[in-house]
């Protein structure tokens, strides 16, 4: 077992300026392939819907993971990556998400063979 880091964004729409979150995350897992697959989950896991006090609707939507990596070396302080972004094409941004989790699926997928 190794620990590795994803990628993990999130849509969070509250009809507004969209905007995106994107957390680096980590798990523990054989391989690449597997901490890709865990990270999904995570990642579905954690959609959720809620009203704010003004009772305005705020939704956090999985978009995909889209990079994973080994991580050689956990130390006292290493820092794990979180970033909300502001995005004008909200459409071409998750595109961009998609086409590269597909990339990393395939790129898994073919190594496995």
């Known amino acids: 077992m190794a620990w590795y880091i994803a990628k993990i964004i999130f849509r969070i729409n509250n009809g507004g300026i969209p905007q995106f979150d994107e957390q680096w995350r980590l798990v523990r897992c054989r391989n690449e392939e597997e901490a890709l697959l865990k990270a999904r989950v ?28 080994l991580v050689k070396d956990i130390h006292d302080g290493a820092a794990v990556y979180s970033q909300t972004h502001e995005d004008d094409n909200a459409n071409l941004y998750v595109r961009r998400a998609h086409e590269r989790a597909a990339g990393l699926r395939l790129l898994y997928h073919n190594q496995g063979q």
């Open 42 to 69: 995570i990642g579905l896991n954690e959609e959720e819907l809620f009203y704010t006090d003004e009772m305005k609707t705020v939704e956090w939507e999985f978009v995909n993971v889209v990079d994973v990596a």
